[in-house]
């Protein structure tokens, strides 16, 4: 990196959020710092891991389907720019019953915001995937357009776009901040100083702001499973097999991309997690739990090995809303975090929003304020 001690902007935290927010700023003339203090996509991120859900489908929360629709277009850009592969339109499939709210809000608002979808009837999903046990459903949504992320190589080519384009980038970890934000001092002993500091540490947002923020954003233990399938069975390999969501069941699964195997997860919130000292090896439980919902959903993988497993994390706000606000107390000071699970897709949008506050060219969206975050958790967002 460069030889630089000041900088306008330092950002602290390289995953997707962090990394878009350095792009636009960069892009729109400041000079930036982006640390990290294990890499860009690194396991022990929210960023990390194969494969994230990009779709649009928000029930009737159109605040974020326009969000996603807005990043899923700029994701495509950077990757055509770069020549890259990142994203599988696989499209995505939501399992709908009988009288469900959500999925039938969900129909307005994809047409209001010009989403490419279609509602299937539950005797053409069985025609038309045969592979899945529908159950209790009786409709679905498919997002056409929608489909996969590949999340580690894609956070790490905005980084490295961003680089390209000058800004500066670190390993390396931060000391807690005390006092008055002017500078910050990394673990190796190299002090930055920077007008404005925004930190977008998804887990560790709580840890390095405990007083404000140990009560707020809530850190949870996610298992992911991936099943491998029979060799030449194609059924649950993209592009023969859509992304599936079922939010009755709090369930999602991903098709089986570049040979890891068919990714199956549960969706409902886990227990506390440190992002630090945490182990990363699945229960025993979640093995049995995720195996039932399996063999439901998708009867011939049933008995599939598990080939790999992970444990991440979700940073959960009281419902589901992103953070984005100043610091109550030191107005050069961000805090962009509370991806609450399904944060991921949003990043190009994000980062786009926060360089624009901080320049002055954006209003204040009042859902991601402090001011609406609690301690009484009530997922609202899904």
Same mark, same amino acid.
């Given at each position: 990196?460069?030889?630089?001690?000041?900088?306008?902007?330092? $950002?602290?935290?390289?995953?997707?959020?962090?990394?878009?927010?350095?792009?636009?700023?960069?892009?729109?003339?400041?000079?930036?710092?982006?640390?990290?203090?294990?890499?860009?996509?690194?396991?022990? *991120?929210?960023?990390?891991? #194969?494969?994230?859900?990009?779709?649009?489908?928000?029930?009737?929360? +159109?605040?974020?389907?326009?969000?996603?629709?807005?990043?899923?277009?700029?994701?495509?850009?950077?990757?055509?720019?770069?020549?890259? +592969?990142?994203?599988?339109?696989?499209? !995505?499939?939501?399992?709908?019953? #009988?009288?469900?709210?959500?999925?039938?809000?969900?129909?307005? !608002?994809?047409?209001?915001?010009?989403?490419?979808? +279609?509602?299937?009837?539950?005797?053409?999903?069985?025609?038309?995937?045969?592979?899945?046990?529908?159950? /209790?459903?009786?409709?679905?949504?498919?997002?056409?357009?929608?489909? !996969?992320?590949?999340?580690?190589?894609? $956070?790490?080519?905005?980084?490295?776009?961003?680089?390209?384009?000058?800004? *500066?980038?670190?390993?390396?970890?931060?000391?807690?901040?005390?006092?008055?934000?002017?500078?910050?001092?990394?673990?190796?002993?190299?002090?930055? *100083?920077?007008?404005?500091?925004?930190?977008?540490?998804?887990?560790?947002?709580?840890?390095?702001? @405990?007083?404000?923020?140990?009560?707020?954003?809530?850190?949870?233990?996610?298992?992911?499973?991936?099943?491998? $399938?029979?060799?030449?069975?194609?059924?649950?390999?993209?592009?023969?097999?859509?992304?599936?969501?079922?939010?009755?069941?709090?369930?999602?699964?991903?098709?089986?991309?570049?040979?890891?195997?068919?990714?199956?997860?549960?969706?409902?919130?886990? /227990?506390?997690?440190?992002?630090?000292?945490?182990?990363?090896?699945?229960?025993?439980?979640?093995?049995?739990? $995720?195996?039932?919902?399996?063999?439901?959903?998708? /009867?011939?993988?049933?008995?599939?090995?598990?080939? +790999?497993?992970?444990?991440?994390?979700? #940073?959960?706000?009281?419902?589901?809303?992103?953070?984005?606000?100043?610091? @109550?107390?030191?107005?050069?000071?961000?805090?962009?975090?509370?991806? *609450?699970?399904?944060?991921?897709?949003?990043?190009?949008?994000?980062?786009?929003?926060?360089?624009?506050?901080?320049?002055?060219?954006?209003?204040?969206? /009042?859902?991601?304020?402090?001011?609406?975050?609690?301690?009484?958790?009530?997922?609202?967002?899904?």
């Amino acid at each position: 990196m460069a030889a630089r001690q000041h900088f306008d902007v330092l $950002v602290i935290g390289a995953g997707v959020f962090g990394a878009w927010t350095a792009h636009f700023l960069q892009r729109s003339g400041a000079q930036v710092l982006l640390v990290d203090a294990f890499g860009p996509g690194n396991s022990r *991120s929210s960023s990390g891991g #194969e494969s994230r859900v990009i779709r649009r489908g928000y029930g009737a929360d +159109e605040i974020y389907t326009r969000l996603a629709q807005h990043s899923m277009s700029l994701w495509r850009t950077l990757f055509e720019e770069r020549g890259l +592969e990142h994203f599988k339109q696989s499209g !995505v499939l939501w399992l709908a019953r #009988e009288g469900d709210l959500y999925s039938t809000r969900m129909l307005s !608002v994809l047409a209001t915001t010009g989403v490419r979808f +279609e509602k299937i009837e539950r005797g053409d999903l069985e025609k038309r995937y045969p592979q899945i046990a529908f159950g /209790p459903v009786t409709w679905g949504i498919l997002e056409i357009d929608s489909g !996969v992320l590949l999340a580690r190589y894609a $956070v790490q080519a905005v980084v490295a776009d961003a680089v390209k384009g000058g800004v *500066s980038y670190l390993t390396d970890s931060i000391n807690p901040p005390t006092g008055a934000f002017t500078a910050i001092t990394t673990r190796t002993g190299r002090r930055f *100083s920077a007008d404005t500091f925004i930190f977008a540490c998804g887990p560790w947002l709580p840890k390095l702001f @405990p007083d404000l923020l140990g009560n707020l954003i809530h850190i949870t233990r996610q298992e992911v499973f991936f099943f491998g $399938v029979s060799p030449g069975d194609d059924r649950f390999s993209f592009p023969k097999m859509p992304v599936l969501i079922d939010f009755y069941e709090l369930v999602y699964c991903i098709p089986d991309l570049e040979g890891r195997g068919f990714k199956f997860a549960i969706d409902a919130h886990g /227990p506390t997690f440190d992002p630090d000292s945490g182990d990363r090896v699945v229960a025993s439980a979640g093995v049995e739990a $995720v195996r039932q919902k399996l063999a439901r959903l998708i /009867p011939a993988l049933e008995r599939a090995p598990i080939l +790999e497993t992970r444990v991440c994390q979700y #940073e959960n706000t009281s419902s589901g809303d992103f953070l984005i606000d100043h610091h @109550p107390e030191f107005p050069n000071v961000w805090l962009v975090g509370g991806g *609450s699970g399904h944060g991921f897709k949003h990043g190009p949008a994000v980062g786009e929003y926060v360089a624009s506050l901080i320049k002055g060219n954006a209003e204040v969206e /009042p859902r991601f304020t402090l001011a609406t975050k609690t301690a009484v958790h009530q997922r609202k967002v899904f």
